[in-house]
């Protein structure tokens, strides 16, 4: 019975039994992160450039700040979702994607 709840603690700590693969990503480098303080920082620039009166340098800074806020989001929900890319500009769940492939296989050994 301990063995079993430590398994359910260790489970719970990684995800909730999601495969290693989920695990050892989330683990890793954050590019939304990147973005979400360059974004911030840009964004603090262009309050900046306001304040020295320089509206120009403030738009472009303001529209590269609100460029990498929505790359940051972008990031962080692929992340999150644990989606791989598919085609052009489709992404789908990695277990969608691993279930196809493992059904494809399948019937490649069948026939």
């Known amino acids: 019975m301990e063995a079993s709840g430590g398994d359910e603690r260790a489970q719970a700590a990684f995800g909730g039994g999601r495969d290693a693969g989920s695990a ?6 954050h590019l939304g992160r990147v973005f979400q303080v360059a974004a ?8 900046v450039l306001l304040y020295l009166r320089r509206p ?31 085609g052009g500009r489709n992404y789908r769940p990695r277990s969608e994607v691993e279930a196809d492939a493992g059904e494809d296989s399948g019937e490649d050994a069948v026939e």
């Open 24 to 29: 050892k990503a989330r683990a890793g480098f």
């Open 40 to 47: 911030y920082a840009l964004l603090l620039t262009a309050a």
């Open 56 to 86: 120009e340098a403030a738009f472009l800074a303001a529209g590269f700040g609100a460029a990498l806020w929505f790359l940051n989001v972008r990031a962080t929900l692929i992340r999150k979702h644990d989606l791989v890319k598919v």
